[in-house]
């Protein structure tokens, strides 16, 4: 054998080790076995809320139902990031779970969830909810807007206190992070899953040192994931909402456009004083006062229920001297149209034409070749008297007679299905694309409806929400206790996030604007 030779062997057995070698390092990382290990992690799960009994920083939740639509209260809300990372040998194929990964949340719900560092394993995937159908009870897959959808191996999916995950590659070193909103008393966390291999809790725990710092930056960017399906309070000193409990049954009445809001406090206001019940009625302005009159003063004999509190867009004009009056918001309303129109700005002027009948089709103004038709509250509401005097002016009374609706709701479904309509309605309320999809709310002389431009003045259509009340309240009862409350911390934010402007500022002042006679 020439040297030749044995230095084509020798090259030759080399090869042959790293080639050996790579084989077996490859089987190593794609067998299934004792080197195949996940981890999970818990990187953050805190509670939202902390009792208001206690004069502590509070936060209130609120989410929109995916049945109804409806906003709701989420009782005792938190939120919590997880992860998962495959800190093991091998890579886990999808083909080697048995069963999926699964994290439940117990004693809680999953309002709603999101990825938010899906890595290689859940780069794409989409999240889906399943829930019980109306109709027959069966089970269906919806996305995050309650819209149905189809059964999609590639999604995560959720479904009451837990998430299913899809089975999926996850290579080493890889992994993914999400993020939930809970609603419910429970602590723990649990993870399972049926795969050759070990799924244990992350023992490193590298991460603890900076969770503090992680919440909060974490919190801040999720803010946005929460915006479109969920309503969130905080507030950061402590003893602002420090509130009195009474006992008692109580009524509040009127105005269709402040009406959620308040619906909204006085549900809070039972929570935190279980002795108290609040109804909240939606009527009219002028209704409710005059009902409040009708009532007479409050006795011992009164009886439990009956109206207590008057809501009214303006000032009443047939108050009685009797009743005292308490501004506590401002309630800020648009001119809505239906988006054939093909109009988004307005002058005070040419609703004025409109409303007079002296322009009968849109595109007099610029807009579409439409036929419109005028749409109006019933005449004892104060939205329509707020309309009257703000935007219609002196001559209002020599309107055209309209499609009369008595209610907001009315109004923006009217306006909504009605080609070429034209109304007004509060403005949060007409923002509901979910509900009203073909309202436009236009601007006013080049001014959007916001509290900004209302305090700024350029906005002129706008009411001071007035709360009567049958003479003076008597300290101690449920109407002291529950004016007192609106000026809370917590009742300013609720009236703010339904597009309000709260009449008391933080060191319990009135603005300036409160003082008008609007």
């Known amino acids: 054998m020439t040297l030749a030779d044995v230095t084509v062997a020798i090259t030759s057995l080399a090869a042959l080790v790293g080639i050996v070698g790579t084989v077996i390092a ?46 709701v209260i989420a009782p005792n809300p938190s939120i919590a990031q997880v992860g998962i990372r495959n800190d093991g040998g091998a890579v886990i194929r999808g083909e080697d779970f048995e069963e999926p990964i699964k994290i439940t949340f117990e004693n809680r719900e999953i309002l709603n969830a999101k990825i938010d560092d899906p890595g290689r394993a859940m780069e794409g995937r989409s999240i889906l909810y399943r829930q019980a159908s109306d109709q027959q009870g069966a089970d269906v897959l919806v996305d995050d807007q309650g819209t149905p959808a189809v059964d999609d191996p590639r999604a995560l999916v959720v479904k009451s206190d837990s998430v299913v995950l899809p ?56 803010v946005t994931f929460l915006a479109a399906a969920f309503l969130i309070y905080t507030f950061a000193r402590p003893g602002n909402d420090t509130m009195a409990c009474a006992k008692g049954h109580i009524s509040v009445e009127g105005s269709s456009a402040f009406a959620p809001a308040i619906t909204e406090i006085a549900s809070l206001y039972h929570t935190a004083c279980p002795s108290s019940t ?43 001297p009797d009743l005292f009056l308490n501004p506590e918001g401002i309630v800020i309303f648009s001119v809505v149209v239906n988006s054939s129109a093909g109009i988004h700005s307005l002058t005070t002027r040419e609703i004025q034409a409109i ?21 109006d509250r019933e005449r004892t509401s104060g939205t329509r008297s707020t309309f009257e005097s703000k935007v219609l002016g002196s001559q209002a009374s020599s309107r055209l007679v309209a499609n009369e ?14 080609p070429g309509a034209i109304g007004y309605a509060e403005t949060t309320a007409a923002s509901d694309s979910q509900d009203y999809p073909d309202v436009v709310q236009v601007q006013l002389g080049n001014s959007n409806p916001s509290p900004e431009s209302v305090k700024n003045g350029r906005y002129p259509f706008w009411a001071v929400e007035y709360f009567y009340t049958y003479g003076a309240s008597p300290d101690g009862s449920l ?31 009135t603005l300036v604007l409160c003082t008008s006679r609007s």
């Open 26 to 71: 490859s089987y190593k990382a794609l067998r299934p076995g004792k080197d195949s290990r996940l981890s999970h992690h818990v990187y953050s799960d805190r509670t939202l809320g902390r009792s208001f009994a206690h004069g502590q920083a509070e936060v209130v939740l609120r989410h929109r139902d995916r049945h109804s639509g409806d906003l």
């Open 167 to 222: 089975k999926v590659l996850i290579n080493r070193k890889d992994g993914f992070k999400l993020s939930f909103l809970l609603s419910g008393t429970g602590q723990a966390v649990a993870f399972a899953a049926n795969f050759p291999g070990e799924l244990r809790k992350d023992p490193g725990d590298k991460d603890q040192g900076r969770n503090v710092k992680r919440i909060l930056v974490w919190g801040t960017a999720t």
């Open 278 to 320: 609040i109804d909240v009625e939606t009527t009219d302005s002028y209704q409710a006062v005059g009902d409040l009159v009708a009532a007479g003063k409050p006795t011992a004999r009164t009886k439990p229920g009956a109206i207590s509190i008057a809501m009214s867009d303006g000032q009443a004009s047939d108050a009685t």
């Open 355 to 375: 409303y007079y009948g002296q322009v009968q089709n849109w595109d007099q103004l610029h807009g579409r070749n439409q036929q419109i038709v005028v749409v």
């Open 405 to 418: 609706r008595t209610s907001t709701d009315e109004m923006l479904r009217y306006v909504n299905s009605t």
């Open 479 to 509: 109407i002291s206790a529950f004016l007192s409350y609106l000026g809370s911390d917590t009742s300013r934010a609720i009236m703010q996030d339904f597009g309000h402007i709260p009449c008391r500022n933080e060191q319990g002042g």
